[in-house]
């Protein structure tokens, strides 16, 4: 089966989109990989230059049962696909709550696609909400990208909490995979001071840093990964290295 990580932090603009895209772009230079855009303001599918249309998005493979290879797209990078999203998944929370298997609708989809893919990456919105747990029960590993600003660490105990709860009740094989450290500000001493807490908190956070880059935040208008648009960047070279842990930290 695929490895599967799901990006999340209720927390809002974080870096939960950046880093899905850029460690997928990475990822699938050499494997096989489907990235799943689970938000609403369908930012990943933005970030990589789609534009939907008329087609079918996640919405359709949750709620109404559409083959998630009708809605699965390629995308310009030959190893990555897309499972898009619409602005019409804002309903999907009402339309799930009173269904049955409502946790579990995206981990039936990942079945329907089989092995097709080595790597599956989903981006969550920034929600402790109904599709949020549905990526949780579907995945192995959830990651967590962590600003490093003020009030870095708010909300991260309820998630861990979330994450423990879905181990009991929807998916025993669900663990914390690691924290990823986003915008990174080398010349601030608050940035340093949240590196060290966090690295105190969470031995199981990965070394790679992503700094506060100029290039990160301009490479999605272009439809692209930061280590096509910059690949000299700092934040192109520091999502590779994370890229290259995450894979190890999945056995490769
Ligand atoms: N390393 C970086 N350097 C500079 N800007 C960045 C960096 N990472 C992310 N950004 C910018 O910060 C903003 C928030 O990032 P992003 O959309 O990835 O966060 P998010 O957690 O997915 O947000 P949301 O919670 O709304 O889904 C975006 O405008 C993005 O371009
Ligand atoms: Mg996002």
Redesign the pocket.
């Known amino acids: 089966m695929p490895k599967t990580v799901a990006i999340a932090?209720q927390?809002?603009?974080?870096?939960?989109?950046?880093?899905a895209v850029n460690i997928c772009a990475a990822i699938a230079q050499r494997h096989p990989t489907l990235l799943v855009d689970l938000?609403a303001?369908a930012?990943a599918t933005a970030s990589l230059g789609l534009v939907l249309g008329e087609r079918p998005s996640v919405h359709e493979v949750l709620i109404r049962g559409c083959d998630p290879q009708e809605a699965i797209l390629p995308t310009h990078l030959p190893g990555l696909s897309l499972l898009p999203a619409s602005p019409s998944l804002v309903a999907a929370e009402l339309e799930l709550a009173p269904m049955i298997g409502r946790e579990f609708k995206l981990r039936r989809a990942f079945q329907r696609i089989g092995e097709t893919y080595e790597y599956i990456v989903i981006?969550c919105?920034?929600a402790l909400s109904l599709l949020t747990l549905n990526a949780f029960a579907a995945a192995d590993k959830v990651m967590v990208?962590v600003q490093c600003e003020y009030l870095a660490l708010e909300g991260l105990s309820e998630l861990l909490t979330t994450i423990e709860l879905v181990q009991l009740n929807l998916n025993p094989q669900l663990a914390l995979g690691g924290i990823m450290l986003?915008?990174y500000d080398h010349r601030t001493s608050l940035a340093k001071q949240v590196v060290e807490e966090v690295r105190k908190h969470f031995p199981l956070t990965f070394s790679a840093v992503?700094?506060?880059?100029?290039r990160?935040?301009e490479a999605?208008s272009h439809g692209l990964s930061v280590m096509e648009y910059a690949p000299a960047s700092p934040?192109a070279r520091a999502y590779k290295e994370l890229a290259e842990e995450i894979v190890m930290a999945l056995g490769g």
């Open positions: 932090n927390k809002g603009g974080v870096g939960k989109t950046t880093t938000d303001q930012n981006d919105p920034p990208p986003t915008m992503i700094p506060r880059n100029v990160v935040a999605p934040g």
